[in-house]
């Protein structure tokens, strides 16, 4: 073994924490020296194969689809070439290769891209190597050319419309491509597990947006599962045979099948256990409420210790793990994950926004308190009739003895938008009531914030 290169903070992989928080540790410490280490590219996920790309082939989904993979493939590299120039510019030492913990001395080898084995040493360890799709796996599977089955990576560099496009799994990443590859001119059928689709949602707001998705052509398929490949024609099309809840059936004429069932850690090549890191039963990094790992020098960020998985999640470690490594506050007073409020948004068509506590979740978790809903079709406000998409709905749950908002949903146009408003009102700890009597500038989505609430119940 080489002898080690010291760093005085080491962070492994590049996504929406590791890359600001290198900046943030070489800049405030100039003469420490600071070290990424990332085996793919600089950006993390987000920028690479997520949130970037992803949400800019949405936004470009009615122009021509060799156009749209230009654009996202563009937009991509201009994010990347900006992260690698403010690390450069930071001073930060970017190693490209593979990391892995060779003891409990927080030792790690890069295999660098160009090979070799380089040795280095940090006084402290951030671990930010985030998650990959879960792998393709079904009866059959073999006999399909590898081009014709997906994840949510590769869909985006096709260059070709499917003709038939059967999509496993009706979450997040299941619902916003499939409607995608609707729109530029697949057939799509989603076959989803479960009774609802977005599953972890309100389960009236997410069969609005399974009717949605049927009003725009695609086939949904519920409580159905995927059993096997049957037959591969000559043109490597195939069909795939499913279970429903009603017995078995063939989706025939398929020619591109998208697995979009889930995400797991990129874990099992650190060899955590050297370094005396816990992983849980899933492959998950396991953190306290300030990501500080089993190991005392050793720290955890984004995707890579669990949901939730969302890239401003891994933007709000980078928030929280900053004070750890930079400020010397009092344990008492330093930041924490501890009761984060925590939004996101599904980019279907309309949007699908959500912050705080679903319904069953507030009735779960306050048995004791008086919980009042109120929902509002979408119809009912003036902006989305003069947009031209009324689609949805918006629900919004409250203490009914203190006027505390609880939790808001939108799936309607602009609901990410919509949703941030209700959010800010959270985050003051504003009771509805503020937002009922709020003045709001006319005609804007905001301003249905003003009628919402005279549907509590």
């Known amino acids: 073994m080489t002898t080690p290169t010291t760093y005085d903070t080491i962070i492994i992989g590049s996504g929406q924490g590791g890359t600001p928080l290198a900046r943030a540790v070489a800049l405030a410490h100039p003469t420490h020296k600071?070290?990424?280490?990332?085996?793919?590219?600089?950006?993390?996920?987000?920028?690479?194969?997520?949130?970037?790309?992803?949400?800019?082939?949405?936004?470009?989904?009615?122009?021509?689809?060799?156009?749209?993979?230009?654009?996202?493939?563009?937009?991509?590299?201009?994010?990347?070439?900006?992260s690698e120039k403010r690390l450069k510019d930071a001073g930060v030492d970017v190693l490209m290769g593979e990391a892995s913990f060779v003891d409990g001395k927080t030792m790690v080898v890069v295999d660098q891209e160009g090979g070799g084995e380089r040795v280095v040493r940090g006084e402290k360890i951030v671990i930010n190597t985030g998650c990959r799709p879960v792998g393709a796996v079904l009866d059959g599977l073999e006999r399909v050319g590898k081009e014709r089955v997906l994840d949510s990576t590769r869909i985006?560099?096709?260059?070709?419309?499917?003709?038939?496009?059967?999509?496993?799994?009706?979450?997040?990443?299941?619902?916003?491509?499939?409607?995608?590859?609707?729109?530029?001119?697949?057939?799509?059928?989603?076959?989803?597990?479960?009774?609802?689709?977005?599953?972890?949602?309100?389960?009236?707001?997410?069969?609005?947006?399974?009717?949605?998705?049927?009003?725009?052509?695609?086939?949904?398929?519920?409580?159905?599962?995927?059993?096997?490949?049957?037959?591969?024609?000559?043109?490597?099309?195939?069909?795939?045979?499913?279970?429903?809840?009603?017995?078995?059936?063939?989706?025939?004429?398929?020619?591109?099948?998208?697995?979009?069932?889930?995400?797991?850690?990129?874990?099992?090549?650190?060899?955590?256990?050297?370094?005396?890191?816990?992983?849980?039963?899933?492959?998950?990094?396991?953190?306290?409420?300030?990501?500080?790992?089993?190991?005392?020098?050793?720290?955890?960020?984004?995707?890579?210790?669990?949901?939730?998985?969302?890239?401003?999640?891994?933007?709000?470690?980078?928030?929280v793990i900053k004070s750890s490594l930079l400020e010397s506050k009092d344990p008492g007073s330093r930041p924490s994950i501890t009761d984060r409020i925590v939004p996101y948004v599904?980019?279907?068509?309309?949007?699908?926004?959500?912050?705080?506590?679903?319904?069953?979740?507030?009735?779960?978790?306050?048995?004791?308190?008086?919980?009042?809903?109120?929902?509002?079709?979408?119809?009912?406000?003036?902006?989305?009739?003069?947009?031209?998409?009324?689609?949805?709905?918006?629900?919004?749950?409250?203490?009914?003895?203190t006027g505390s908002i609880l939790g808001f949903s939108c799936l309607g146009a602009e609901g990410g938008e919509l949703m941030s408003v209700v959010q800010t009102a959270m985050m003051g700890n504003l009771p509805y009531q503020k937002l009922q009597d709020a003045v709001f500038a006319h005609p804007t989505f905001a301003e249905s914030l003003n009628n919402l609430w005279g549907f509590l119940q």
């Open 34 to 82: 600071t070290a990424l280490i990332e085996r793919e590219h600089i950006g993390g996920c987000c920028v690479n194969e997520g949130c970037t790309p992803t949400k800019t082939m949405i936004a470009s989904g009615r122009v021509a689809y060799l156009s749209l993979r230009q654009r996202k493939r563009d937009i991509v590299g201009e994010f990347r070439a900006g």
């Open 156 to 319: 985006m560099e096709l260059g070709v419309v499917p003709g038939h496009l059967v999509v496993v799994g009706g979450g997040y990443i299941g619902v916003e491509f499939g409607q995608l590859f609707r729109r530029l001119g697949a057939r799509v059928t989603l076959v989803h597990r479960g009774g609802q689709l977005l599953p972890r949602e309100d389960g009236e707001l997410a069969g609005l947006l399974g009717g949605i998705l049927k009003e725009d052509g695609v086939e949904v398929m519920l409580e159905t599962r995927p059993v096997g490949v049957v037959d591969v024609v000559q043109d490597g099309g195939f069909d795939v045979r499913v279970s429903t809840r009603t017995g078995e059936e063939v989706v025939k004429g398929v020619t591109h099948i998208l697995f979009a069932t889930g995400r797991v850690p990129n874990t099992e090549r650190l060899n955590a256990g050297a370094a005396g890191v816990k992983l849980d039963e899933k492959g998950y990094v396991v953190t306290d409420e300030f990501l500080r790992t089993s190991a005392s020098s050793i720290f955890a960020i984004g995707d890579v210790k669990g949901p939730p998985s969302f890239t401003h999640i891994s933007y709000d470690d980078f928030r």
């Open 346 to 401: 599904v980019y279907t068509d309309p949007q699908f926004g959500h912050v705080g506590l679903h319904e069953h979740e507030a009735r779960q978790k306050f048995p004791n308190k008086k919980i009042l809903t109120a929902q509002m079709p979408m119809s009912y406000v003036a902006r989305a009739l003069e947009t031209d998409e009324s689609r949805g709905a918006m629900k919004a749950v409250v203490d009914g003895d």
